[in-house]
């Protein structure tokens, strides 16, 4: 079983940075992938990025590659989303995930957070 809880989101203006954090409890986070997907209003949620548990192999998607970046500290079992030169469309509710699977679907995250809002204004 685990639990993530995440942090850090709010408002922010754009071409601003935010970090968000993911503190994960449970016994497996260093083996499990990590990933961050959102939520826009009236969108469905959306994968953002995701991270080995070795930390060695990445993804993000297209529209926040360059500007996103994901990462993890097992010792702290907590995974990290630095968004930076944020735009108005970057509105969402952040949601970080956990599973054993590399992969971008949804379906392949057994563990959800309660999500963190972040607002960009322009």
């Known amino acids: 079983q685990v639990q993530l809880v995440e942090s850090g989101g709010g408002l922010a203006q754009a071409g601003s940075s935010l970090r968000l954090s993911c503190a994960a409890s449970?016994?497996?986070?260093?083996?499990?992938?990590m990933g961050w997907f959102r939520q826009a209003p009236g969108k469905e949620r959306e994968f953002v990025a995701r991270i080995r548990g070795t930390g060695i192999s990445i993804l993000y998607a297209d529209s926040v590659k360059g500007r996103f970046g994901i990462s993890r500290d097992n010792a702290k079992n907590t995974v990290y989303l630095q968004m930076n030169s944020l735009k108005p469309e970057d509105t969402a509710v952040y949601y970080c995930?956990?599973?054993?699977?590399?992969?971008?679907?949804?379906?392949?995250?057994?563990?959800w957070g309660q999500g963190t809002q972040v607002t960009v204004s322009s």
């Open positions: 449970g016994r497996s986070f260093s083996s499990s992938v």
């Open positions: 995930a956990a599973g054993n699977s590399l992969g971008t679907q949804q379906s392949q995250f057994s563990y």
